[in-house]
T-cell receptor, first 117, second 111 residues
Framework: DTGVSQDPRHKITKRGQNVTFRCDPI?????LYWYRQTLGQGPEFLTY????????KSRLLSDRFSAERPKGSFSTLEIQRTEQGDSAMYLC???????????????FGSGTRLTVV | DAKTTQPTSMDCAEGRAANLPCNHS???????VYWYRQIHSQGPQYIIH???NNETNEMASLIITEDRKSSTLILPHATLRDTAVYYC????????????FGKGTRLHILP
């Protein structure tokens, strides 16, 4: 594993279209997180998976957003009927099972930059 | 998680030590101080974390005050590649939960 992979790196879409992003975490990491980041702001939490179970969703995750992690490995984030306000960097991160003796935090991917025109 | 306060931006000359402060006056006894940085167009990267003792690794040093209400991240010999946004976060270690990011400090390393 070379880290967390995200695909695509960039996506330009027209308003109203659906888009889907993919995240491949580090293979032994059972926890996976999605964040959104707009210009000048820190990353904002969207949702979190432990294995295939989606354990938490932010209020930022409107009904147009859906995330899945069907086999506890890769994850997808879909945005339906995109709006200009959805333009942002979408970041994925993963972390290993709780060790109890110290965590080095998350490993982030390089993100998918979405532009809605 | 407790909130942190960081300066919006800082400058540092290349080759000098960069000292990035962080205030976390409401930190709880079981919360650690974590530092991440984000270089332009990349995801955040873990740097270091600590509870109450000073910590050092190959990237940086972390100095936490005795009352734990503030800390300083030190990059001993800053290079142009250290230009990034640095985030100070407090959270319970190994907590099965999300990281909450603030706006961080934008560090400019000047040639």
């Amino acid at each position: 594993d070379t880290g967390v992979s995200q695909d695509p790196r960039h996506k330009i879409t027209k308003r109203g279209q659906n888009v889907t992003f993919r995240c491949d975490p580090i293979s032994e990491h059972n926890r996976l997180y999605w964040y959104r980041q707009t210009l000048g702001q820190g990353p904002e939490f969207l949702t979190y998976f432990q294995n295939e179970a989606q354990l938490e969703k932010s209020r930022l995750l409107s009904d147009r957003f859906s995330a899945e992690r069907p086999k506890g490995s890769f994850s997808t984030l879909e945005i339906q009927r995109t709006e200009q306000g959805d333009s942002a960097m979408y970041l994925c991160a993963s972390s290993p099972p709780l060790a109890g003796t110290g965590s080095y935090g998350y490993t982030f991917g390089s993100g998918t930059r979405l532009t809605v025109v | 998680d407790a909130k942190t306060t960081q300066p919006t931006s800082m400058d540092c000359a290349e080759g000098r030590a960069a000292n990035l402060p962080c205030n976390h006056s409401t930190i709880s006894g079981n919360e650690y101080v974590y530092w991440y940085r984000q270089i332009h167009s990349q995801g955040p990267q873990y740097i270091i974390h600590g509870l109450k003792n000073n910590e050092t690794n190959e990237m940086a040093s972390l100095i936490i005050t005795e009352d734990r209400k503030s800390s300083t991240l030190i990059l001993p010999h800053a290079t142009l590649r250290d230009t990034a946004v640095y985030y100070c976060i407090v959270r319970v270690e190994d907590r099965d939960d999300k990281i909450i990011f603030g706006k961080g400090t934008r560090l400019h390393i000047l040639p």
